[in-house]
Antibody, heavy 117, light 107 residues
């Protein structure tokens, strides 16, 4: 049973870089059948897909965030990570990592990140 | 970007009633549509993938239908644990997008 767990700071200052890591257990990020995504949800609002990474390192990002996003994978640690630069209050959200196989079939519990000075 | 429009925004029903939720895409997504359920404070849960396939462990009272631009999620008889927010999501065209959600509340 694959499980995902997000980790990282819960508070980031404006203009700085948000960094989160998703640790995969019970499965492997090197699975050729899965993509690994980040999704966010501002308080009281809907879901926004940020981007995905494949174990090979290939990525695809939401154009609305592409200039600020980097998703990377560390197969040796069975983790993938998100970096979002130049954050503003609009980036305050619950950030989820998720496994994508014909739909986001496994989700982390989510981590709240607030952007504030 | 494909825009998904869900209706209604809120559905007020009683346990045991049938729920019918709609998702309309701004252009065809073929059958590449999924449905999720989200309860307060929890991550979404995949219910339906590829328009009509139930995900692992999802009860048979949940069913999905449609193709192209019009999709429906049906809950045949609402259980108390089904009152939640439901989202549709397309994976036909980058970027993946979600609908704005339909809240199913107790009448």
């Amino acid at each position: 049973q694959v499980q995902l767990q997000e980790s990282g700071p819960g508070l980031v200052k404006p203009s700085e870089t948000l960094s989160l890591t998703c640790t995969v257990s019970g499965g492997s990020v090197s699975s050729g059948s899965d993509y690994w995504s980040w999704i966010r949800q501002p308080p009281g609002k809907g879901l926004e897909w940020i981007g995905y990474i494949y174990y090979s390192g290939s990525t695809n990002y939401n154009p609305s965030l592409r200039s600020r996003v980097i998703i990377s994978v560390d197969t040796s640690k069975n983790q993938f990570s998100l970096k979002l630069s130049s954050v503003t209050a609009a980036d305050t959200a619950v950030y989820y990592c998720a496994k994508d196989r014909r739909g986001f079939d496994v989700w982390g519990q989510g981590t709240m990140v607030s952007v504030s000075s | 970007e494909i825009v998904l429009t869900q209706s209604p925004a809120t559905l007020s029903l009683s346990p045991g009633e049938r729920a019918t939720l709609s998702c309309r895409a701004s252009q065809s997504v073929s059958s590449y549509l999924a449905w999720y359920q989200q309860k307060p404070g929890q991550a979404p849960r995949l219910l339906i993938y590829d328009a009509s396939n139930r995900a692992t462990g999802i009860p048979a009272r949940f069913s999905g239908s449609g193709s192209g631009t019009d999709f429906t999620l049906t809950i045949s008889s609402l259980e108390p644990e089904d009152f939640a927010v439901y989202y549709c999501q397309q994976r036909s065209s980058w970027p993946w997008t979600f609908g704005q959600g339909t809240k199913v509340e107790v009448k």
